[in-house]
């Protein structure tokens, strides 16, 4: 059902507007409109213009809470704008200072690595680095040289230097190692190692003792480092889980001061004439019943100034939609928005959908124990995880049990209880003309032919209510339609049941005269509606043409989604076969001994697989064959602006 709407306007000083939406619009669910779109007759408006004072501390506070754990993002502590602003304020101090540190000793680590890395290669030299430092007659580099390289120097120049090299380490790669050279030949000797693509590496003079002192020094204290670091994380997430109540809290209080001054964006402001009091302007749609408690509210207040209108009276915009169904049918408002919200002077189709959903659900799938599973399983899931999907499941599952015992099926298995209606594979029916046919079909057929009349009296109601009355009379889903379409039902019926000449003059009257009135849709509807130029400026020619084919295209229409509805059958056909086959594969059909694990492991296939088959086809019969016929969804969501306050 669609809650009534009312469109209200709301004005006071502009001084009082944080007052007014504190106090009294934070109680309610208001939808609302751009003042200045809604009221853009009126010269004398401008925007509200002021910045948000509390969107920088909320954002603050946003992100703290976000590093908080899972658990702890419930409970608040209700907080003042003073007290929420300093609790924020003084975690931001905190963590910040933290921060800070864990930065810092970030950027130490790195250097310490850095340093490591670079004398890890050397640590095996055994002499300090102090002491080689300092020698006044040799000279020395540090460095690598790829191991290729390394061979041929060995091999063919290393005997002819004067230099000493001394091999530290090694991998897959490159050689590691010190080469010494006397001071007055180094540059000769650093040109040769150059040529064998040696790679100097500079190790500062800084460290005491061996280089395998100053590496265990180095790591020492990276592990010393990465201690404190890890002390700053603790001290920060202690910081945040001390004071998780008040930071939520803090951030639900910001939250709503934030919204409720975003307000103003919506709002217009009277002209400051000199010497005048400024006023804002608020509008927008609140139901009908928090208009009334709304009312009662402010009757006192003498610095606030409501008006009201329907929404009949107000030409503007069309209101918003606002569903509220019975609980047990909430679920199925998914797949009414999944097509489109209706608009909101349209008929709402969730409990329809609700119905005619669960129930051809369970026609086609009709299982005892298959059912209940649906039904507990869907339960568990719609409980534990608020899964929407799963209640409709679990609420289809009914039919499906329901179905399951018309059709005496338990698990696939049909002899274990009787069938209170029929078996689908078994069941046939004489028709006259026709002869033998299954049951379930006809059966298919003719709620088919029924759930197409019934969509076809919404279509009249919904054309009503939005006031086309000539869409109401001539559309082939409307009165022309209903009368075409229930004639021809009533002649295949009176033909089937052997009153032919009856089903003949029914044939006559009532079918020509609907189609006449559909090929002429366009024109009558016009001359209904009492406008000029019936006929379009195409020329009659091409009208009736055109409306010739569309009619064609109608009549195929009628009939092909009639047949869609056999689908009902064969699906409820096709699952007592494909649990034959199960049952046939375990051996329960030869009277031997029954494989369980087959029983059970066909029986979790089939639930799976066709009962999301059959969940697809059902959705396709409510969207195509359904909808289509008298519903358009395209109406805009009721959208409150404020979050509601629940004290």
């Not at 009962?611 to 086809?617: A, D, F, K, T």
Request: net charge negative.
């Amino acid at each position: 059902m669609i809650v009534k709407m009312k469109f209200i306007s709301i004005t006071g000083p502009k001084s009082d507007i944080d007052r007014v939406v504190n106090t009294y619009l934070s109680k309610y669910e208001i939808h609302l409109e751009n003042a200045l779109t809604e009221l853009k007759t009126i010269q004398s408006l401008t925007p509200y213009l002021q910045i948000n004072p509390y969107k920088d501390t909320l954002k603050l506070a946003n992100d703290y809470a976000a590093m908080l754990p899972v658990n702890m993002r419930e409970k608040a502590k209700k907080l003042s704008l003073e007290e929420a602003i300093a609790c924020v304020e003084n975690i931001d101090q905190t963590l910040t200072r933290l921060n800070q540190e864990h930065n810092r000793l970030q950027e130490q680590m790195k250097i310490y690595k850095e340093k490591a890395d670079k004398i890890a290669p050397f640590q095996n030299l055994p002499c300090s680095l102090s002491s080689i430092l300092d020698f006044k007659f040799i000279r020395l580099r540090f460095g690598r040289i790829p191991k290729e390289y390394f061979e041929k120097f060995n091999n063919y120049v290393y005997e002819s230097c004067d230099t000493v090299f001394y091999r530290c380490n090694s991998d897959d790669r490159y050689v590691w190692g010190v080469y010494f050279a006397p001071r007055e030949e180094i540059n000769k000797i650093d040109a040769v190692y150059a040529s064998m693509h040696f790679e100097r590496v500079y190790v500062p003079d800084e460290y005491e003792g061996t280089l395998e002192d100053a590496h265990r020094k180095l790591h020492q204290q990276i592990l010393d480092t990465y201690r404190t670091m890890s002390d700053c994380k603790a001290q920060m997430q202690d910081c945040l889980r001390k004071h998780a109540e008040e930071l939520v809290g803090a951030v639900n209080e910001l939250s709503t001061l934030s919204g409720n001054f975003d307000v103003r964006r919506l709002a217009a402001c009277t002209s400051n004439r000199k010497g005048s009091e400024t006023f804002y302007i608020l509008c927008g749609w609140m139901s009908e019943a928090d208009t009334e408690a709304f009312q009662h509210d402010i009757e006192n207040d003498e610095n606030l100034y409501c008006f009201i209108e329907d929404e009949d009276h107000n030409p503007l915009r069309e209101p918003p939609t606002k569903l509220k169904n019975p609980k047990l049918f909430r679920p199925f408002e998914m797949y009414v928005q999944m097509y489109g919200l209706p608009s909101y002077h349209e008929m709402d189709p969730t409990i329809f959908v609700g119905l005619t959903y669960a129930f051809i659900f369970g026609a086609m799938f009709g299982d005892v124990g298959q059912g209940l599973c649906l039904v507990i399983g869907g339960a568990l899931l719609y409980k534990f995880r608020k899964i929407t999907l799963a209640a409709i499941i679990s609420l289809a599952g009914i039919f499906s049990t329901l179905f399951g015992f018309l059709y005496g099926s338990f698990f696939g298995f049909e002899e274990l209880l009787p069938a209170l209606w029929l078996k689908p594979k078994e069941a046939m029916i004489t028709l006259p003309l026709i002869g033998q046919m299954n049951t379930v079909f006809v059966v298919a057929i003719a709620f088919g032919m029924f759930l197409i009349l019934v969509t076809m009296i919404f279509h009249i109601i919904n054309a009503l209510r939005a006031h086309r009355k000539g869409e109401a009379l001539f559309d082939q889903n409307a009165i022309a339609g209903l009368i075409f379409y229930g004639a021809v039902v009533a002649t295949i019926v009176l033909y089937l049941s052997g009153h032919a000449l009856p089903a003949t003059g029914v044939l006559v009257v009532m079918f020509v005269i609907p189609l006449i009135a559909i090929f002429l849709k366009e024109p009558l509807e016009k001359l209904v509606e009492k406008k000029k130029n019936a006929f379009p400026k195409t020329g009659k020619v091409m009208f009736f043409v055109q409306s010739f084919f569309e009619l064609f295209e109608i009549l195929l229409s009628y009939f092909s989604n009639t047949l869609s509805f056999v689908r009902i059958g064969a699906f409820a056909v096709s699952h007592a076969a494909m649990m034959e086959v199960v049952l046939m594969l375990a051996g329960a059909t030869d009277g031997g001994s029954i494989n369980w694990l087959v029983v059970v492991l066909g029986n979790i296939f089939v639930c799976a697989m066709e009962g999301l088959i059959v969940g697809i086809q059902v959705l396709r019969l409510e969207y195509y064959e359904l909808f289509s016929r008298f519903y358009k969804g395209d109406g805009r969501p009721f959208q409150p602006f404020l979050k509601k306050n629940q004290e």
